[in-house]
């Protein structure tokens, strides 16, 4: 997994729980030194996956509870710094989210080693969106969290529910 998403989530801890529960996770995972990380640097998926378990841990909290904490602070803060283009121009949640399938493609295509997730997009009738997700991380639990932030950005109050290990239903008010 590309270093950018261990940066954001080194952040969202530092600041909403602070620097301590973050030394402490890295301790639990056994990462006794914390090696220097880039945005663009690859981390091994199963120490990252490591990571967020002993963040659980640490803060006491549930996978999915992780999970939506990453994913409101992925789109509010961490992607508004540093992928604020992607935004613009967008009005709502159902055109952002229809553009993530490309957005992967696009922001990973010149980072060598990447493996974004894909999407693919089914309507349900008009205001039902289930968006497949194609990806070999099994990280369904975060892109439900992801799309709970998008809800949250947008200021719409979207219904997001995981159907199975590969979609998620979207209903838009
Ligand atoms: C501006 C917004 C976004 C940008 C620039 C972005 C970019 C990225 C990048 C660079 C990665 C790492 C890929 C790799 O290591 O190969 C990633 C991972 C991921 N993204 Fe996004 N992302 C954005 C928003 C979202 C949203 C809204 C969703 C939910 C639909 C989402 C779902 C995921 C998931 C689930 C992963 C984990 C990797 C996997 O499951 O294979 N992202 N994203």
Redesign the pocket.
């Known amino acids: 997994?590309?270093g950018?998403?261990v940066l954001a989530l080194k952040e969202m801890v530092v600041k909403n729980f602070g620097e301590d529960k973050w030394k402490e996770t890295l301790a639990k995972a056994g990462i006794d030194k914390e090696p220097r990380v880039l945005a663009t640097s690859d981390i091994d998926d199963r120490t990252v996956l490591n990571v967020v378990n002993s963040l659980c841990k640490v803060l006491n909290i549930s996978l999915v509870q992780a999970a939506d904490a990453f994913g409101d602070y992925?789109?509010n803060v961490y992607?508004q710094r540093i992928?604020k283009a992607?935004y613009v121009g967008v009005k709502t949640a159902k055109d952002f989210?229809l553009k993530?399938d490309s957005?992967?493609a696009q922001?990973?295509r010149n980072m060598p080693n990447?493996?974004?997730?894909r999407?693919e997009y089914e309507w349900e009738g008009e205001k039902t969106l289930i968006?497949k997700y194609k990806?070999q991380?099994g990280?369904i639990d975060?892109?439900v969290g992801?799309?709970k932030g998008?809800g949250k950005h947008f200021n719409e109050d979207l219904k997001v529910t995981k159907l199975g290990s590969d979609k998620v239903k979207v209903v838009f008010p």
């Open positions: 997994m590309k950018v998403i992925w789109v992607s992928y992607y989210l993530m957005v992967h922001t990973t990447a493996h974004p997730p999407f968006m990806s991380r990280l975060f892109m992801l799309i998008v």
